[in-house]
Every structure is written in structure tokens, then in C-alpha cells.
């Protein structure tokens, strides 16, 4: 089994939006992820936000593949790198799973 770099890094790409709300955007809802996700599992896990078509996401050539494919549409989610989610709404559980499986554990 590879070793896993720790903290492990989720990344939550989305495309960027205005809003009525400040509270309904996709950077409001991965901040509420990376809450969560901290309280679960305490600093082996941080969570980033990238907005897409920043200059922070050119450094993502994987994430502009994937929209210029046209295959998969954002949200993207990556877990170290390895995409977990694309589209929909943000989940939480699918985070937790691939995190799971990586034998990440939560803090009791």
C-alpha cells in the first residue's frame, strides 16, 4: 500500500458566480465542506477552493482538460489529486468515502 502524503489535500474547483446571497456560492459551500471536514479529521486534511479561469487554476492543466472535453462539468473535486466528483451539488459523503479509502481516519 503507497503511503499517503499527509495532510491530504481536497481541492474543490468551481466555475465563478455571483450571487444575491453571499452565503449561496460555491466558495460559501466548500468553506462549509472544509468546516466539516476539519472537524472529522483535524489537520491530515485541508481543503482548498480553486475558482476556475483564476490564475491560481492554470496551474490545474487536468481541471481545464476536463472543461474543455466538455465530459464532465463542475464542480470538479480532486483528493490529492485524483478527481472524486464532478457536477451536482458538493458532496460531503463521496469526500469522506475516497478518504476512507485511503485510510484516513477521523478523530474521535
Given at each position: 500500500?503507497?503511503?499517503?502524503?499527509?495532510p491530504v489535500?481536497?481541492?474543490?474547483?468551481?466555475?465563478p458566480?455571483?450571487?444575491?446571497?453571499?452565503?449561496?456560492?460555491?466558495q460559501?459551500?466548500?468553506?462549509?465542506?472544509?468546516r466539516?471536514?476539519r472537524?472529522?479529521y483535524?489537520g491530515?486534511?485541508?481543503?482548498?477552493?480553486v475558482?476556475?479561469?483564476?490564475?491560481e487554476?492554470?496551474?490545474?492543466?487536468?481541471?481545464l482538460?476536463?472543461?474543455?472535453?466538455?465530459d464532465?462539468v463542475?464542480?470538479?473535486?480532486?483528493?490529492?489529486?485524483?478527481?472524486v466528483?464532478?457536477?451536482g451539488?458538493?458532496?460531503?459523503?463521496r469526500?469522506?468515502?475516497?478518504?476512507e479509502?485511503?485510510?484516513?481516519?477521523?478523530?474521535?
Open positions: 500500500m503507497e503511503e499517503i502524503q499527509h489535500v481536497v481541492r474543490i474547483f468551481a466555475l458566480m455571483d450571487a444575491c446571497d453571499p452565503s449561496k456560492t460555491w460559501s459551500a466548500a468553506w462549509m465542506i472544509a466539516r471536514l472537524e472529522r483535524g491530515t486534511v485541508e481543503t482548498e477552493f475558482e476556475i479561469f483564476s490564475p487554476s492554470f496551474e490545474y492543466p487536468e481541471i482538460s476536463l472543461l474543455e472535453k466538455g464532465d463542475p464542480p470538479y473535486v480532486t483528493v490529492n489529486g485524483t478527481p466528483q464532478s457536477g451539488k458538493l458532496s460531503e459523503r469526500i469522506r468515502e475516497h478518504l479509502l485511503l485510510g484516513i481516519p477521523s478523530i474521535p
